[in-house]
């Protein structure tokens, strides 16, 4: 009994703490918006659809952090529409396949959002290319947040779609936002589980995970002492004749007319080495199983990233499966035949199955 109290009196204690005001900071959400350059001109690695109106947004997470995003609305549509938040890949910006999927989606009927993450981009957040298993969740639910107040869309059906490392992040937020109707994680990694083992678990024991730790804490001495954070690198460029295949993949979208944007990290510079260092020790689908409701992973068959939705599948419904298609309850991993990770960016393959995505989400979303 005595434990019980105590632990009650230790949570009001923190509750407290999280609910009482600064009395020197203002809680005026206006307070938090801050001006985005924003490109108004058409600069995606996509053309552009004569089905639906385009508009450049913006919003604010709980950070106070402003996010920049396109929105695709079908055109000729009455009332209140089912919406979807898009972001991913990792590294990579609007411009690039989050809003190809956000397009193709709004001539489905659907309103759209693809969003740049906080710190890249064209959204806000100081230092740059910093990355956040917290924050960028939370990006995540602050579309929610955007979306439930537009008055053409419906705030009982919001959806959401991850791609690559945002399909990790798409997942956590399914976990703990119920507002989120229906996930879709396309590609995805789990990037608290690549920075902790490693590629195939290639980096898997405490010694090389303590390793990495040295190496982090280093770096950020170094950084500190110079004033500026040292950037990690994009995509290799150019590409040694033995890079693994996969960074071949990487490398004929983000350093090609294919994928290349100025904006994005991957085409470019980069994270910031210390970047990602935060997924290290926050996993992010420790509650993955708690999700109720409805999950849709699609990965490729040939994908080398494709054990990171088998295991987010295996996580949510305790069912182990391995290059092929499964179903339990409402959760379905979808393999497609042949396809590599990078398949699933755009359309050159013709591999990514909108019309999956669009029964999945009018089902769900009703």
């Not at 989120?180 to 090389?208: C, H, L, R, W």
């Not at 290799?236 to 994005?264: C, M, N, Q």
Request: a negative charge.
């Amino acid at each position: 009994m005595k434990h019980v109290i105590l632990s009650v009196m230790l949570l009001g204690g923190m509750l407290a703490a999280c609910t009482t005001k600064d009395n020197n900071s203002s809680n005026d959400l206006d307070s938090m918006k801050t001006t985005l350059n924003l490109t108004q001109e058409w600069d995606k690695t996509f053309p552009k659809s004569d089905k639906v109106e385009h508009k450049k947004v913006t919003f604010h997470n709980r950070y106070g952090i402003e996010l920049a995003a396109d929105m695709y609305t079908p055109k000729n549509t009455k009332g209140k529409l089912a919406a979807i938040a898009v972001s991913g890949p990792f590294g990579a910006v609007k411009e690039q396949s989050s809003g190809l999927y956000a397009q193709h989606m709004a001539e489905r009927g659907f309103l759209t959002i693809a969003f740049d993450p906080s710190f890249t981009g064209e959204s806000g957040g100081e230092p740059r290319r910093m990355a956040s298993p917290d924050i960028n969740t939370e990006d995540f639910l602050a579309a929610v947040d955007f979306l439930s107040t537009q008055d053409n869309v419906d705030a009982e059906r919001i959806g959401i779609i991850g791609i690559c490392g945002f399909g990790g992040m798409a997942v956590n937020a399914a976990a703990i936002d119920p507002r989120i109707k229906a996930t879709v994680a396309s590609t995805m990694y789990d990037m608290s589980k690549v920075n902790v083992e490693g590629y195939f678990k290639s980096e898997d024991t405490p010694a090389q995970r303590m390793e990495k730790r040295k190496a982090m804490a280093a770096q950020r001495t170094e950084d500190y002492k110079n004033g500026t954070y040292k950037r990690a690198g994009g995509v290799i460029d150019p590409l040694p004749e033995d890079a693994p295949w996969f960074v071949k993949d990487y490398h004929a979208y983000y350093k090609t007319k294919r994928g290349y944007h100025e904006r994005s990290g991957n085409s470019n510079d980069g994270w910031n080495v210390i970047g990602c260092q935060s997924f290290m020790n926050q996993p992010l689908l420790a509650w993955a199983q708690e999700i109720e409701n409805p999950v849709l992973l699609i990965h490729g068959e040939k994908a080398h990233s494709r054990y990171f939705s088998e295991y987010a599948f295996e996580k949510m419904t305790g069912k182990h499966v391995e290059g092929k298609s499964a179903v339990e309850g409402n959760k379905e991993l979808l393999i497609i035949p042949g396809a590599s990770h990078v398949d699933l960016y755009d359309d050159e393959a013709g591999v990514i199955p909108y019309d999956k995505m669009e029964a999945f989400f009018k089902e769900n979303l009703r």
